[in-house]
């Protein structure tokens, strides 16, 4: 057991305060881990009981215990950050919590199938947002029925989150125990126009969960000479297996996210050089930052590209820094400067909006002006966290719940006919509440 989690109930941390920008739906991870560390400490089925919990809460509990900024989500908003005594910062280590029992909670007994209801709901990707709609869904008798294109389930988790960082082996697992529960997945299958007119005629909803699954384009001089990677390529081919060696070779990252140190931390065990460069401060969350450093990762800030240097393959990037250019060699350059959603092209023709910055327009429960297609995660958000993307995915299927309980079936009847009745009948849903355990 992790000295974090052998301390916590000796440090007072169940106290009803856990505080901070949860973007779960439920009560704070935080709260809802320490309050059952207090209560069930010692005893032999802690596991199961943290299983229930996390359950409730969390579709990957032990990715984001992997993958989450907790100094800025659950551990910065705990009580105890601060404080001399105790764990790190005085925070209870949430995230070592979750990676630990999540990963424990595989090995307990799969819930039964829950009773079907008679509804169908197609979900178009098998990333985080994706996973949670159909796991919420399926547990309360929804047939659900996953499309991804990728051969393997999981979006960016499996394709663009590097092996080191995230054991591929527990979110196999986590995916086949949603299969036991009775999710249908469709890989490598591509979902065109005339597929989705289908998929829209033979369901009751269809939640969009496309993600933000293209580089962000630059127009940097030199973009297209040999040698300059793209991040999201760069780390499929090494989730692939299939990532070149580079032995001796001098890598300049630019970028200053989680993907930037994820590029070179990958690229370093390839035997690379690595320096990554940010025009100005670094986004990356400490600890991948602190990671880098410790691996021989050389991070530049205030470093502004100009161009990529070359003729028959990239040999440098020329830098403005204040005024002052300044080239520096690389052998390849990788480019992690953020992605962005794609959407297609037909969801026009279904109603779907989109805004300025081509995602999906949706209110707040993740429905599109079309009632019948939802959406939610880095499609809508641009790109952002597992965690939130999760908390999308829980609202869209709560919704659709809602919508197909006789009250949400009255509800909607009314917001055509009467208006102002309708904004009197509050949503609810006869299903199981999302608090209930697994």
Request: net charge negative; glycine share 14%; hydrophobic share 45%.
């Given at each position: 057991m992790p000295e974090g989690i052998a301390l916590a109930p000796r440090q007072g941390c169940a106290s009803p305060g856990c505080k901070g920008p949860q973007p779960a739906l439920d009560p704070a991870p935080g709260l809802a881990l320490a309050t059952s560390l207090k209560h069930f400490s010692g005893k032999r089925n802690l596991a199961a009981r943290f299983a229930r919990i996390l359950a409730a809460i969390n579709t990957?509990?032990?990715v984001c215990g992997a993958l989450c900024p907790q100094h800025r989500l659950c551990e910065g908003g705990c009580t105890r950050a601060g404080e001399e005594t105790g764990l790190k910062n005085g925070a209870v280590a949430i995230g070592a919590l979750e990676r630990w029992l999540g990963a424990a909670a595989l090995d307990l007994p799969i819930p039964a199938p829950a009773t079907p209801?008679?509804?169908?709901?197609?979900?178009?990707?098998?990333?985080?947002?994706?996973?949670?709609?159909?796991?919420?869904?399926?547990?309360?008798?929804?047939?659900?029925?996953?499309?991804?294109?990728?051969?393997?389930?999981?979006?960016?988790?499996?394709?663009?989150?590097?092996?080191f960082k995230l054991d591929k082996a527990l979110l196999a697992r986590r995916i086949a125990r949603q299969e036991v529960l009775g999710v249908r997945f469709e890989l490598g299958v591509t979902v065109d126009g005339t597929r989705f007119y289908q998929l829209l005629a033979d369901h009751d909803a269809v939640f969009l969960g496309t993600g933000a699954q293209r580089s962000r384009a630059v127009s940097l001089p030199g973009r297209e000479l040999p040698?300059?990677?793209?991040?999201?390529d760069f780390l499929a081919s090494v989730n692939a297996g299939t990532a070149t060696a580079m032995e001796g070779e001098r890598v300049l990252v630019l970028g200053g996210g989680d993907s930037a140190m994820d590029c070179a931390r990958s690229a370093r065990r390839l035997g690379a050089a690595v320096t990554v460069a940010t025009r100005g401060a670094f986004r990356s969350s400490p600890k991948e930052a602190d990671a880098a450093r410790e691996e021989g990762v050389t991070l530049l800030e205030n470093h502004?590209?100009?161009?990529?240097?070359?003729?028959?393959?990239?040999?440098?990037?020329?830098f403005d820094l204040a005024g002052e250019m300044r080239d520096m060699p690389a052998d390849q350059a990788i480019l992690a400067l953020g992605q962005v959603a794609n959407p297609p092209a037909w969801l026009a023709a279904h109603g779907v909006a989109l805004d300025d910055a081509g995602r999906i327009v949706v209110d707040a429960r993740g429905r599109t002006a079309q009632p019948k297609i939802y959406a939610g995660g880095d499609n809508?958000?641009?790109?952002?966290?597992?965690?939130?993307?999760?908390?999308?995915?829980?609202?869209?299927?709560?919704?659709?719940?809602?919508?197909f309980s006789l009250r949400g079936r009255l509800k909607e009847q009314a917001r055509h006919l009467l208006p102002h009745v309708a904004a009197r009948i509050a949503p609810g849903s006869?299903?199981?509440?999302a608090h209930a355990a697994a």
């Open positions: 990957l509990p032990e209801i008679g509804r169908t709901v197609a979900v178009i990707g098998a990333g985080p947002a994706g996973l949670a709609c159909a796991d919420r869904l399926a547990r309360a008798g929804v047939t659900v029925t996953i499309y991804d294109r990728n051969p393997v389930a999981g979006g960016l988790l499996a394709t663009g989150v590097p092996p040698g300059v990677l793209d991040a999201l502004l590209p100009q161009s990529l240097l070359g003729s028959e393959a990239v040999a440098g990037i020329r809508t958000l641009g790109p952002d966290l597992v965690v939130t993307a999760m908390a999308a995915g829980r609202r869209a299927a709560e919704d659709m719940l809602d919508s006869t299903s199981q509440p």
